[in-house]
């Protein structure tokens, strides 16, 4: 058995599955409230128990990129990189956002991927859909609720004024209720179960890359945890 384990701790709400060639296995997700060190080997150990794989049956590691919070970031990629080493085994590293807008792959809305980054920002790109494949089709962006409005305008009055545009992840009722009282109907937002980050949709794309033989260098690799560049309350970008 060859199975790709993901672990996603960019967040307070952290992940972790097991995929291979037939999908997933196995996924679990939960609320760690910053106790991530404590309890994340603990639940991959649950985890490969639950489908009774053993450790030498996980043959490759997927894990969060970033953005994300410093110690989530860190913590899940000092797990993922020591199972590397020890294991000798690939890693395959995937963009946070990725992650998000994966979910929403196969509808044809264009993508806004939100992730909350503390104190009231938000890290956010856009993605389009094409047969079922994500692309990113913007710089990162860092802004708090109403910078995120500006920067979401510019590029919607670019297109159709009947265009319509999809919201997801980190989208609590305070900024669903903006979103639409600004777009009205133009802005779709996600339900809270589809916004919520599922290490399977991170395996997926892990997974792909781990197939086509794109994986990191473990030593080199290092978690993004913000943009480089953000104006508050209104327009930033993150240029990489």
């Given at each position: 058995?060859?199975?790709?384990?993901?672990?996603?701790?960019?967040?307070?709400?952290?992940?972790?599955?097991?995929?291979?060639?037939?999908?997933?296995?196995?996924?679990?997700?939960?609320?760690?409230?910053?106790?991530?060190?404590?309890?994340?080997?603990t639940q991959i150990l649950r985890l490969l128990e639950l489908v009774r794989?053993?450790?030498?049956?996980?043959?490759?590691?997927g894990v969060a990129l970033g953005p994300g919070s410093f110690t989530g970031?860190?913590?899940?990629?000092?797990?993922?990189?020591?199972?590397?080493?020890?294991?000798?085994?690939?890693?395959?590293?995937?963009?946070?956002?990725?992650?998000?807008?994966?979910?929403?792959?196969?509808?044809?809305?264009?993508?806004?991927?939100?992730?909350?980054?503390?104190?009231?920002?938000?890290?956010?790109?856009?993605?389009?859909?094409?047969?079922?494949?994500?692309?990113?089709?913007?710089?990162?962006?860092?802004?708090?609720?109403?910078?995120?409005?500006?920067?979401?305008?510019?590029?919607?009055?670019?297109?159709?004024?009947?265009?319509?545009?999809?919201?997801?992840?980190?989208?609590?009722?305070?900024?669903?209720?903006?979103?639409?009282e600004h777009w009205g109907a133009r802005a779709v937002i996600g339900s809270?179960?589809?916004?919520?980050?599922?290490?399977?949709?991170?395996?997926?794309?892990?997974?792909?890359?781990?197939?086509?033989?794109?994986?990191?260098?473990?030593?080199?690799?290092?978690?993004?945890?913000?943009?480089?560049?953000?104006?508050?309350?209104?327009?930033?970008?993150?240029?990489?």
């Open positions: 058995m060859t199975m790709l384990l993901a672990i996603d701790t960019a967040t307070r709400l952290a992940s972790i599955a097991l995929y291979d060639a037939l999908g997933v296995h196995a996924e679990m997700t939960w609320r760690s409230h910053e106790n991530h060190t404590v309890e994340l080997m794989a053993s450790k030498e049956d996980v043959q490759a590691v970031l860190r913590v899940g990629m000092s797990i993922a990189k020591g199972l590397a080493y020890a294991r000798s085994m690939p890693i395959v590293a995937i963009p946070t956002h990725d992650a998000i807008a994966q979910a929403h792959a196969h509808q044809s809305l264009p993508i806004w991927a939100i992730l909350a980054v503390g104190r009231g920002r938000y890290s956010v790109a856009r993605y389009v859909t094409k047969r079922g494949t994500i692309q990113r089709a913007s710089p990162y962006a860092l802004v708090d609720a109403a910078g995120l409005i500006t920067h979401v305008k510019s590029a919607l009055e670019a297109e159709s004024k009947t265009t319509r545009a999809l919201f997801c992840g980190d989208v609590d009722h305070t900024l669903a209720r903006a979103l639409s809270p179960a589809l916004n919520a980050r599922r290490a399977a949709f991170l395996a997926e794309l892990a997974w792909a890359r781990y197939q086509r033989g794109e994986t990191d260098d473990p030593q080199a690799l290092a978690p993004v945890y913000l943009p480089h560049e953000s104006v508050e309350g209104s327009r930033a970008a993150a240029k990489q």
